[in-house]
Structure formats: C-alpha cells, structure tokens
C-alpha cells in the first residue's frame, strides 16, 4: 500500500467521521431541547461543514476551495450570531411581557 493510498483513505475516514457528526448536529438542531441548544448545533454544524471542505480541498488539491471554505466559515459565524441577536431579542420581549421561557405564542 502506498502513501498516496494512504492518505486516501485517512481522507475518505475522515469524510465519513466529519459526516456522521454534521448528521448527529443536524438531529440536535431539530429536536432541542431548548433554543440555545438549537443555536449550539448550528455552530457546530457550521464548524463541520467548514472542516468538509477543507478536507475535501486537501484531498482533491483544489486551492478554490480553501477559500469556500473561509466564506462559509464567516457566513456561519454570521448566522450564529444573528440567530443569538434574534433569540435574545425574543427572550427580552417575553421577560418583559411577563410569560414564561415554556410559553408559546
């Protein structure tokens, strides 16, 4: 077995851990419990995806897509941050109103 064969196949092991992890953040980003754990997922999802790619640039020895993989890291982080701004503003709005972190509507 050579190196290049090698290194194929710790890419591809690492491909398949990366993938079955993003699956298992994904689950946790639907089933909650909470929003917070919600909002944790998607960073992490992002955070994979992020290494997907990356692995996949080294692996296909493609330089463009090190750079997909910068913008999608700062588009995730965005994303994590505006759903952040968006889930406090709504807790506030539901302090401030008197209903409770369980009530819905």
Do not use: N
Not at 8 to 19: D, K, M, S, Y
Not at 52 to 72: G, Q, T
């Amino acid at each position: 077995m050579g190196t290049e064969a090698a290194w194929e196949g710790l890419f591809r092991g690492a491909l398949i851990v990366l993938g079955l992890s993003l699956f298992s953040s994904l689950f946790r980003c639907i089933r909650g419990p909470r929003v917070a754990d919600r909002i944790l997922a998607v960073s992490m999802a992002g955070t994979q995806t992020v290494l997907i790619v990356a692995v996949l640039a080294v692996m296909k020895r493609e330089a463009y897509l090190a750079d997909v993989a910068l913008v999608y890291a700062m588009l995730s982080a965005l994303a994590v941050v505006l759903l952040t701004k968006i889930y406090l503003g709504i807790h506030r709005e539901r302090k401030k109103t008197g209903k409770g972190e369980d009530a819905r509507g």
